[in-house]
Nanobody, 122 residues
Framework: HVQLQASGGGLLQAGGSLRLSCAAS????????IAWFRQATGKEREFVAQ????????DYADSVQGRFTISKDSAKHTVYLQMNSLKPEDTAVYYC???????????????WGQGTLVTVSS
């Protein structure tokens, strides 16, 4: 049974950078895929980025492409989301989640972390 713990959120000004962490406890399988989603107040949860656990293949939403970088440390069972050039519209609760295949669909993810709040002021 894998549990995910997201951390690293905070309050910062537009243009700043922040790194989120998603620590996984329990056994990791090479077939797994870890993603970051975010949910702003009053909006639906949306895909941000994903990475395959085995080969580190990445994928990004158009809105964050070139600004955010997802990476993993297999030894630490941790996935990171480096967020640069942050904008007020990036303000949201960020969640990490696990699926058994690459997907941008919320419903395909069966395990979720508790979320960490990122607030970007203008």
């Amino acid at each position: 049974h894998v549990q995910l713990q997201a951390s690293g959120g905070g309050l910062l000004q537009a243009g700043g950078s922040l790194r989120l962490s998603c620590a996984a406890s329990g056994r990791m399988f090479s077939s797994w895929n870890i993603a970051w989603f975010r949910q702003a107040t009053g909006k639906e949860r949306e895909f941000v980025a994903q990475i395959t656990w085995s080969y580190g293949r990445t994928d990004y939403a158009d809105s964050v492409q070139g600004r955010f970088t997802i990476s993993k440390d297999s030894a630490k069972h941790t996935v990171y989301l480096q967020m640069n050039s942050l904008k007020p519209e990036d303000t949201a609760v960020y969640y990490c989640a696990r699926s058994t295949s690459r997907s941008r669909i919320v419903g395909d993810y069966s395990a979720w972390g508790q979320g960490t709040l990122v607030t970007v002021s203008s």
